[in-house]
């Protein structure tokens, strides 16, 4: 946000650092002061799909594919999928990954079943309410743990069984997950990895 970005610049300016790692990206005026003052910077997940910027970035269509390809293989025909539409390449590579698992065990998609309005814990819960007006997915992959557990207790609400009637997977093993009654089920990515990779990038 602007605040960060200010920080950032001030941060640049002041000479007080000789590195930099970002989340998601750098604005243009930021970039050309670590480059004009030679402080080499790596960014955390660009937000596009090439960069000429060192970057460290999650295969999460892979992350997305392995997750469905879970539920396929635990018998589940009805899968539904819950996804941040407003960060698109996330949402795209998250997209890509639950359909070409869906593709290769043979199940056709319900559009109706892939929604993308999880910008919140609020979000997934009304992304849940949309999905079950299209029928009851016996499954649900969610792209963030915490949507996962919004859309759960919609579930509960509404009479369903978790997981005996609607099941769920996620992304990230955020620490309440293993709390959850039943537990989530979640693909765990690891901070401190990432952030080993980026400082010996």
Request: charged residues 20%.
């Amino acid at each position: 946000n602007t605040i960060e970005d200010q920080n950032l610049l001030e941060l640049a300016r002041s000479s007080s650092t000789d590195g930099v790692i970002a989340f998601q990206g750098v604005k243009p005026e930021v970039r050309a002061e670590l480059e004009k003052r030679e402080i080499p910077y790596i960014i955390i997940n660009p937000g596009i799909e090439k960069t000429d910027v060192a970057s460290v970035i999650l295969d999460f269509e892979r992350i997305a594919y392995q997750a469905t390809s879970y539920l396929v293989e635990q018998g589940h025909q009805k899968i539904g999928m819950i996804g941040m539409a407003c960060m698109p390449l996330f949402f795209d590579q998250t997209r890509r990954g639950f359909l070409r698992a869906l593709e290769q065990a043979g199940i056709s998609p319900n559009p109706g079943w892939i929604r993308g309005e999880a910008d919140c814990e609020a979000g997934a819960a009304s992304a849940m309410e949309h999905m079950l007006k299209s029928g009851t997915p016996t499954a649900v992959f969610c792209s963030q743990d915490n949507f996962a557990i919004s859309a759960m207790h919609v579930c509960v609400a509404r009479g369903l069984r978790v997981p005996e009637d609607v099941s769920f997977i996620a992304i990230d093993d955020i620490p309440e997950a293993q709390y959850m009654n039943p537990p989530l089920t979640t693909i765990p990515v690891s901070p401190e990895e990432i952030a080993e990779v980026a400082l010996s990038l």
